[in-house]
């Protein structure tokens, strides 16, 4: 195994051309576990620690984070999305969340990453790049399969950007516990006032993470009778048949964290409270 240091992002993109087994190592947290359980033995590592330009975070009506921002900078900083914030404060420990990236969440491309629903609820873009140019992929053609993607062997994930949808989100998950845990289910809302637009994603409950559209097409119907503009009640009921839409459109399995009913009725329980709680926020 040799282990090739980038110093900058044009090393990086030179060390991957060519070689179809490197792999990027950023903050580590999964892909150490992969090469100590000998899941993993790449024959090239290619740390970006030191890139700088994989850094930067700007908000500006649109937001791009850049691949090495870690959980602890997204809750240090304004990141344009407390529905990411909220994410980033269910990962790991304190040491994880020191060192462990955005970029990592996506290059792994778990369907329990706890980013993933909030990009996809964001309707983010995923930006690549190789020798051969930049690429610019909608999250939602982005993830193929459980921890697949359409990223190339020679492509750096370079950062995540998409428009700012104002603060009128969130992100739920349920865990047997409220950290150190990988999710049973989590579901993302975001309610963009300015462009009238819902996103629903949901995490854990199928091979990829789901954009709920039914339940995205009831809340904006609702939104539309109630005014976008304004903060707004919806009924209990209301509430209750978008929680029931959003568990309806997820594709569970049966597995050691949880059932199927299970998954579903959390989902449901979460996409009513979520709706609740983010009408109300201006
Ligand atoms: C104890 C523990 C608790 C955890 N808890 C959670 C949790 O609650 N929620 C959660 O979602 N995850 C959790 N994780 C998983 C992990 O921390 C996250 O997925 C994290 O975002 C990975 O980021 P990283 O920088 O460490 O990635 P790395 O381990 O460095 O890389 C992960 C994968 O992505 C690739 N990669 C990394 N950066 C790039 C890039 N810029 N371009 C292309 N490919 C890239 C790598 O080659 C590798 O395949 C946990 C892990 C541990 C060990």
């Keep these: 195994m040799s282990v090739h240091i980038a110093r900058n992002l044009d090393d990086a993109l030179e060390d991957l051309s060519g070689r179809a087994d490197a792999t990027i190592l950023a903050g580590g947290t999964d892909l150490l576990v992969e090469i100590n359980f000998g899941r993993q033995r790449p024959s090239h590592i290619i740390p970006i620690d030191r890139v700088e330009e994989l850094k930067d975070l700007s908000r500006n009506g ?22 990411l914030v909220e994410a980033a404060r269910t990962i790991g420990s304190p040491q994880i969340r020191n060192v462990a990236t955005i970029g990592g969440n996506l290059g792994t491309c778990s369907p329990a990453g706890d980013t993933l629903p909030v990009l996809a609820a964001l309707e983010a873009t995923v930006v690549l790049k190789s020798k051969r140019g930049e690429r610019r992929v909608a999250f939602a053609d982005f ?3 459980p921890k697949k ?11 995540a950007e998409w428009d700012d949808a104002g603060v009128a989100q969130t992100y739920m998950f349920a865990a047997t516990r409220n950290a150190m845990a990988i999710s049973i289910s989590g579901l993302a809302l975001v309610i963009d006032r300015a462009r009238r637009r ?12 789901i954009r709920a559209s039914e339940a995205e097409r009831f809340a904006t119907g609702l939104l539309d009778e109630a005014g976008w503009e304004k903060p707004h009640r919806p009924s209990d009921a209301a509430a209750k048949k978008f929680g029931e839409l959003a568990a309806a459109a997820a594709k569970p399995i049966d597995d050691v964290r949880g059932t199927v009913a299970y998954r579903r009725h959390v ?6 409270r ?8 201006p």
Excluded: K
Excluded at 149 to 159: G, K, L, M, Q, T
Excluded at 198 to 209: A, Y
Excluded at 267 to 272: D, F, I, K, Q, R
């Design 62 to 83: 649109h937001v791009r984070m850049g691949a090495l921002i870690t959980y602890t900078r997204m809750l240090e900083n304004d990141v344009g999305s407390p529905a």
């Design 274 to 281: 979520a709706l609740a709680r983010v009408a109300a926020i």
């Design 267 to 272: 989902l449901a329980v979460m996409g009513t």
């Design 198 to 209: 819902v996103g629903v994603g949901l995490g854990s409950c199928g091979p990829t993470i």
């Design 143 to 145: 993830m193929t399969g």
């Design 149 to 159: 993607s359409v990223r190339r062997p020679d492509e750096v994930i370079v950062a």
